[in-house]
């Protein structure tokens, strides 16, 4: 199967030369985590920009000097095993697809791909999990789990109660919808002016991460357990990979906690892993 046939069209993008702020913008509106950055006017690819990239290079504000100005690419007619392959083994989770002139016509991620494994009923979660993979107890205080959350540059913690058993996901958004931020303070911060009506929190909250690293927001005093989701989607690890790749695109999720039959978390599997099984 070719790459033209499963990538998303017309992706979102950053325009160069820009700033810190505008990719942040266009990351909040759209409720990404990254996005391919073309020449102002064009389609030419010169880059992408991640949270993570404006995490690792808070002293920047010109957009050139912050996104990756080398970025993995794709050719529309490469088979889907090629972009499995730079995904899985860069941990990447969207790689923009060009023309041999590097306009970019496209994007595919780990979940567009994640259709094919669903055909694959053999290999199972077992053998795919990942040992990367960051628990919590329930009564720890959310200023500690951003904290975490923060060091260990994963987006979802599985939270485990005294007696060792799976009783919740949280994640940096799940905290930020109930700290002391207000959308009139995201506003303020992105340069929002009354003509962006149509933001939402849902857009903003994932994206306010980067404030509360460079600032003082005050998080509630309340722990994991009063924020934390608790209908967990998860696998057990004998399940087929096909199983989780068919979650995975049903619940629009990167990871899954992997559990055994009394409910004890084993470890995690997220979409990259599953990429291995088309290499």
Known sequence: MKIKEIMSG???????????????????????????????????????????????????????????????????????????????ENRI????????????????????????IAKDEKAVVDDYMTKNCVPIYEETPISLAM???????VNALP???AEGSLVGVVTDGDILQVSHIREGIAQSELGMGDDEDSWTWEGVRDTMRLYYATSHIKLPDVTVKEVMVRNVVSVFRKNSISEAAIKMRKNNITQLP???ENNKLVSMIYDTD??????
């Open 10 to 88: 017309n992706p979102i993008v950053v325009e160069a030369p820009g700033t810190r702020k505008d990719a942040i913008r266009v990351l909040a509106r759209h409720n990404v985590s990254g996005a391919p950055v073309v020449k102002a006017g064009t389609k030419k690819l010169v880059g992408v920009v991640t949270r993570n990239d404006l995490f690792e290079k808070l002293d920047e504000d010109q957009l050139a000097l912050i996104m990756s100005s080398e970025p993995f690419t794709i050719e529309a007619n490469e088979d889907i095993a090629v972009a499995a392959k730079y995904l899985h």
């Open 93 to 116: 989770h969207g790689l923009p697809v060009v023309t041999k002139e590097k306009e970019l016509v496209g994007i595919v991620s780990p979940l567009d791909i994640l259709g094919t």
């Open 147 to 153: 904290a975490i959350i923060s060091i260990t540059d």
């Open 159 to 161: 939270v485990l109660n």
């Open 258 to 260: 992997v559990v055994d």
């Open 274 to 279: 599953l990429l291995r099984a088309l290499i």
